[in-house]
């Protein structure tokens, strides 16, 4: 769950809203018309140099064309705003810690969290980080913004009228926040569940139910209690971010091919970034045209520049590495002797914390004075008063490298989509600090590249644990880009990645210990693989269908284990074992086979885990270990280490009976009816009001497939929302796909006019070329200067 669609989980109006009579909703129809943006025509706005010309396609995509590089980026922000306001909106507030303002006193403790996360540094090395010209050009996107919001200030987007305030005017600051990137940082979460473990089973035992990639031992810190430190540890941090399930089951899939295995004899690149599926979108799509620029692709709406996408020369696409950008640091608080206020026990001394005193308004009570303390590690995100003693309070301070110059999330981009070769592509991944990624090239001249770009913190311990914050455990720098795993032109001619262990062979530096599962990175591989020993050659529509396999490689190790045991106890005759004996392991929409292996892994997993630790072990340990589990029996190595074959036998089919005793439950008893995609389904519900729902959908694949389509409880809540296909060799002819629809205004044209291409596994032509844009422009919408009064 992102940011912003977790900020309004607690609005009362909407379960009001949604429960108005059909006529209300039908009058919240006309008013959401009445509100929607003037996409067509000429607007007279202030604060132009020039005319500027937005041209939006079928599908909804503008392309903006300028004449200097302030108007580009001016007319990028006013069109991202006519489209994304609202979301835009909470974005800035929950960035801000200013959601208790419009939404009353259930958000103080996030907005707290989040001021207590803003950069507090030095604000000439911030700028110093990004592109040069970035103060500049976030000064005209934020101006372009609030030239939108003074036109639409009385009649705003149906959302702000339904809850009861108005857009605020945004300073260039707030694309400089911190809290959007931090879900995509690791690992305080896990470190805190791995301490919980140790107090609870000892670090042998975790060892071998978590095992870490690459393997490390658990190591306590000597003399650090662990027992106590819980989820509350981390504040209101899940709150911030949003409920994160655990193990994560978000992802990403990009991989990019040389000319030698492509048809036109130049590389091909595809990237599906995963997140959770909302409405809007995470990701907005814009084409910038201007002295300077001329990129195409997604980023998000509130922040100026191209993410995944092309320019002239160069493609580029992301998915999360995982490094390890958190540390917890239990610090030792007492009065300062000789001033006011609290010091922390550091180095055998005592070091003041320092005090920043803010105020945050309050919907419908009273402003709350909060008091925000750091450490030198960074801010205390909690308190265990419950173990205070001899004066000392037991604190928990949060060092996050959000705290570090130039860690704005994506504002890196700004020099990527300029970059004309692989030197400059470096050069600009040198800059790109937050969220940490797998940032893979191609370019005009037939070269490919990738490297795992981010700001890395050197330790001298593991960092899978907290540590005490008395010193002795602190970062001596960061890796060098140079030090980062990267490849240029591999002589194996692709390269794949997918949130997976990428590090190369020889490379020893562990950037994290937990990875995603290996399955979409082996299926891609081995679908690219398997081409290039066979001599076969990729076009635009094979990585269309490869983004969209839905071939489970766990079920295919899986599965033949569950049938042997099948027929030892003579079962293999059964409906439901020779329905999945004749599977070809595709997560098909249309099959139960798909139904059946997922509810029956999820059964073994909770029966192994019974097994293994006890029907006492907490919740979080049964996560946990139950994936760490699967992952041992699907690994190379023998899956009878944990269990004899006999108990694994029963496991395996007492798992099979439960799930049976499930899904009837669930689905009917007429197994004939039972389809994976009558319960893996996705939906995209509108924020305030129901009648705007999108969906369900019917879904195939899993959270192990190439087509990701990750949740809990049957459903996709997570997966490619926004997909790119980018041929080198002609850039009119790269596709992309987004979900639902590049407006998030209610009853626009392009409010969910995409979901059916994306629920089809359909793309729509990524237009570049001026003449191409001509040929599919839609609507015409010329920005034009104010007279000067």
Same mark, same amino acid.
């Given at each position: 769950?992102?940011?912003a669609s977790a900020?309004?989980?607690l609005?009362?109006c909407?379960?009001?809203?949604?429960m108005?009579? @059909?006529h209300?909703?039908r009058? +919240?129809?006309?008013?959401a018309r009445?509100?929607?943006?003037?996409?067509e025509g000429?607007?007279?706005?202030a604060g132009?140099d020039?005319?500027?010309?937005?041209?939006?396609?079928?599908w909804?995509?503008p392309h903006?064309?300028?004449?200097t590089q302030?108007? +580009?980026?001016?007319a990028?922000?006013?069109?991202?705003?006519?489209d994304?306001l609202?979301?835009?909106?909470?974005?800035?507030?929950?960035g801000?810690g200013t959601?208790?303002?419009v939404?009353g006193p259930?958000y103080?403790?996030?907005d707290r969290?989040?001021?207590l996360?803003? &950069?507090?540094?030095d604000?000439?090395?911030?700028?110093?980080s &990004? %592109?040069?010209?970035?103060?500049?050009i976030? %000064?005209?996107f934020?101006?372009g913004i609030?030239?939108?919001?003074?036109?639409v200030?009385?009649r705003p987007p149906?959302e702000?009228?339904?809850l *009861?305030?108005s857009?605020?005017?945004w300073t260039p600051d @707030?694309?400089l926040?911190?809290?959007?990137a931090l879900?995509?940082t690791g690992?305080?979460? &896990?470190e805190?569940?791995?301490?919980q473990?140790v107090?609870t089973l000892?670090?042998t035992r975790v060892d %071998? +139910?978590?095992?870490t990639?690459?393997?490390r031992d658990?190591?306590p810190?000597p003399?650090?209690?662990l027992?106590?430190?819980t989820?509350r540890s981390l *504040?209101?941090?899940?709150?911030a971010?949003?409920?994160?399930?655990?193990?994560?089951?978000e992802?990403?899939?990009n991989?990019?091919?040389? *000319?030698a295995?492509?048809v036109?004899?130049k590389?091909?690149?595809a990237n599906d970034p995963?997140r959770?599926?909302?409405?809007?979108?995470?990701?907005y799509l814009?084409?910038?045209?201007?002295?300077?620029?001329?990129?195409?692709?997604a980023?998000?709406p509130g922040?100026?520049g191209?993410? $995944?996408?092309?320019?002239?020369?160069?493609?580029?696409?992301f998915t999360?590495?995982?490094?390890?950008q958190?540390d917890l &640091?239990v610090?030792t608080?007492?009065?300062?002797p %000789?001033?006011?206020?609290r010091?922390?026990?550091r180095? !055998?001394?005592?070091?003041?914390v320092?005090?920043?005193?803010?105020t945050i308004r309050?919907? !419908?009570d009273?402003p709350r004075v909060?008091?925000?303390e750091?450490?030198?590690?960074?801010p205390?995100v909690s308190?265990?008063?419950?173990?205070a003693?001899d004066g000392?309070?037991?604190?928990?301070?949060l060092?996050?490298v959000?705290s570090?110059?130039g860690?704005a999330g994506y504002l890196?981009?700004?020099?990527?989509?300029r970059?004309?070769d692989?030197?400059s592509?470096?050069a600009?991944a040198?800059?790109?600090?937050?969220?940490t990624?797998?940032?893979i090239?191609?370019?005009v001249?037939?070269?490919?590249?990738?490297?795992a770009a981010?700001l890395?913190p050197k330790?001298?311990?593991? *960092?899978l644990l907290?540590v005490p914050g008395?010193?002795?455990?602190?970062?001596?720098?960061f890796?060098?880009?140079?030090? /980062?795993?990267?490849?240029f032109?591999?002589a194996s001619?692709?390269?794949a990645t997918?949130n997976?262990?990428?590090r190369?062979?020889?490379?020893?530096?562990?950037l994290?210990y937990?990875f995603?599962t290996?399955?979409r990175a082996?299926r891609?591989?081995?679908?690219?693989?398997?081409a290039?020993a066979?001599?076969r050659r990729f076009g635009?529509e094979d990585f269309?269908?490869?983004q969209?396999d839905?071939?489970?490689i766990?079920?295919r190790?899986?599965?033949?284990?569950?049938?042997?045991?099948?027929?030892?106890r003579g079962?293999?005759s059964r409906w439901?074992y020779r329905?999945l004996?004749g599977?070809?392991?595709?997560?098909r929409a249309?099959?139960?086979a798909p139904l059946?292996f997922?509810?029956?892994?999820h059964a073994?997993?909770e029966l192994?885990l019974r097994?293994?630790?006890?029907p006492?072990?907490?919740?979080a340990?049964?996560?946990?270990g139950?994936?760490?589990w699967?992952?041992?029996?699907?690994s190379?190595?023998a899956?009878?280490?944990t269990f004899?074959?006999r108990?694994?036998?029963?496991?395996?089919?007492?798992a099979?009976?439960?799930?049976?005793?499930r899904?009837?439950?669930?689905?009917?008893?007429?197994?004939?009816?039972w389809?994976?995609?009558?319960?893996?389904?996705?939906?995209f519900?509108?924020?305030?009001?129901?009648?705007f729902?999108?969906?369900?959908?019917p879904?195939?694949g899993d959270g192990?497939t190439?087509?990701s389509?990750?949740g809990r409880?049957?459903?996709q809540?997570?997966?490619?929302?926004?997909?790119?296909i980018?041929?080198?060799?002609?850039?009119?002819r790269?596709v $992309?796909?987004s979900?639902?629809?590049?407006?998030g205004q209610?009853e626009?044209?392009h409010?969910?006019? /995409?979901?059916?291409?994306?629920a089809s596994?359909?793309?729509f032509?990524?237009?570049?070329?001026r003449?191409?844009?001509e040929g599919?422009t839609?609507?015409?919408l010329?920005l034009?200067p104010?007279?000067?009064?």
């Amino acid at each position: 769950m992102t940011a912003a669609s977790a900020a309004l989980r607690l609005v009362p109006c909407i379960m009001i809203l949604a429960m108005r009579p @059909v006529h209300a909703q039908r009058d +919240l129809k006309g008013l959401a018309r009445e509100r929607l943006a003037v996409i067509e025509g000429s607007v007279s706005i202030a604060g132009l140099d020039s005319a500027v010309e937005v041209r939006r396609d079928r599908w909804g995509v503008p392309h903006i064309y300028a004449k200097t590089q302030h108007d +580009l980026f001016f007319a990028q922000g006013f069109v991202a705003a006519q489209d994304r306001l609202f979301q835009m909106e909470i974005w800035k507030r929950s960035g801000e810690g200013t959601l208790a303002e419009v939404f009353g006193p259930a958000y103080v403790a996030r907005d707290r969290f989040a001021r207590l996360l803003k &950069y507090r540094g030095d604000m000439d090395a911030e700028w110093a980080s &990004y %592109a040069p010209d970035t103060r500049e050009i976030l %000064a005209a996107f934020v101006a372009g913004i609030n030239a939108y919001i003074a036109t639409v200030r009385e009649r705003p987007p149906i959302e702000f009228t339904l809850l *009861g305030f108005s857009p605020e005017p945004w300073t260039p600051d @707030v694309p400089l926040q911190r809290l959007a990137a931090l879900s995509m940082t690791g690992n305080a979460e &896990y470190e805190v569940l791995r301490a919980q473990l140790v107090a609870t089973l000892g670090a042998t035992r975790v060892d %071998a +139910l978590w095992p870490t990639i690459p393997h490390r031992d658990v190591d306590p810190a000597p003399g650090l209690a662990l027992s106590g430190i819980t989820t509350r540890s981390l *504040g209101a941090y899940d709150e911030a971010v949003g409920a994160v399930p655990l193990p994560r089951v978000e992802g990403s899939n990009n991989w990019v091919v040389s *000319g030698a295995l492509t048809v036109s004899g130049k590389p091909l690149l595809a990237n599906d970034p995963h997140r959770v599926l909302g409405n809007p979108s995470l990701r907005y799509l814009t084409h910038l045209v201007g002295p300077g620029w001329n990129a195409i692709g997604a980023g998000e709406p509130g922040v100026p520049g191209i993410a $995944a996408g092309h320019n002239e020369r160069i493609g580029f696409g992301f998915t999360i590495v995982g490094m390890d950008q958190q540390d917890l &640091y239990v610090e030792t608080l007492r009065s300062c002797p %000789a001033r006011q206020g609290r010091c922390a026990v550091r180095k !055998g001394g005592l070091s003041p914390v320092r005090i920043v005193v803010d105020t945050i308004r309050v919907r !419908g009570d009273a402003p709350r004075v909060v008091t925000l303390e750091y450490t030198e590690h960074g801010p205390i995100v909690s308190e265990d008063t419950a173990r205070a003693r001899d004066g000392s309070v037991r604190a928990f301070a949060l060092r996050f490298v959000g705290s570090e110059p130039g860690t704005a999330g994506y504002l890196a981009q700004l020099s990527v989509d300029r970059a004309r070769d692989w030197q400059s592509f470096l050069a600009a991944a040198a800059r790109w600090k937050l969220p940490t990624e797998n940032l893979i090239y191609a370019d005009v001249d037939g070269n490919i590249g990738w490297i795992a770009a981010g700001l890395m913190p050197k330790r001298h311990w593991s *960092g899978l644990l907290p540590v005490p914050g008395t010193g002795a455990f602190e970062w001596s720098g960061f890796l060098r880009v140079d030090e /980062l795993p990267q490849a240029f032109n591999p002589a194996s001619g692709f390269i794949a990645t997918a949130n997976h262990d990428i590090r190369p062979r020889g490379y020893d530096v562990p950037l994290n210990y937990e990875f995603a599962t290996p399955f979409r990175a082996q299926r891609v591989t081995e679908v690219l693989a398997d081409a290039r020993a066979k001599g076969r050659r990729f076009g635009v529509e094979d990585f269309e269908r490869l983004q969209h396999d839905e071939l489970s490689i766990q079920a295919r190790t899986l599965v033949p284990l569950l049938l042997d045991a099948a027929n030892r106890r003579g079962r293999a005759s059964r409906w439901e074992y020779r329905t999945l004996a004749g599977w070809d392991y595709v997560m098909r929409a249309e099959q139960a086979a798909p139904l059946l292996f997922e509810s029956w892994k999820h059964a073994l997993s909770e029966l192994a885990l019974r097994r293994r630790i006890g029907p006492d072990a907490p919740r979080a340990v049964a996560t946990l270990g139950g994936a760490s589990w699967l992952d041992d029996w699907t690994s190379p190595a023998a899956p009878l280490q944990t269990f004899s074959r006999r108990t694994r036998d029963t496991l395996m089919v007492a798992a099979l009976d439960t799930a049976l005793s499930r899904l009837r439950a669930r689905v009917g008893a007429d197994t004939s009816a039972w389809r994976w995609g009558a319960l893996h389904t996705a939906s995209f519900p509108h924020r305030v009001a129901r009648v705007f729902d999108l969906g369900p959908v019917p879904r195939g694949g899993d959270g192990n497939t190439v087509n990701s389509t990750s949740g809990r409880d049957y459903r996709q809540t997570a997966g490619a929302s926004f997909r790119e296909i980018l041929d080198v060799a002609d850039w009119d002819r790269s596709v $992309a796909t987004s979900v639902p629809g590049q407006s998030g205004q209610p009853e626009s044209e392009h409010y969910g006019d /995409l979901l059916p291409l994306w629920a089809s596994g359909q793309y729509f032509p990524l237009l570049y070329s001026r003449g191409a844009v001509e040929g599919d422009t839609k609507h015409i919408l010329w920005l034009r200067p104010a007279p000067t009064p």
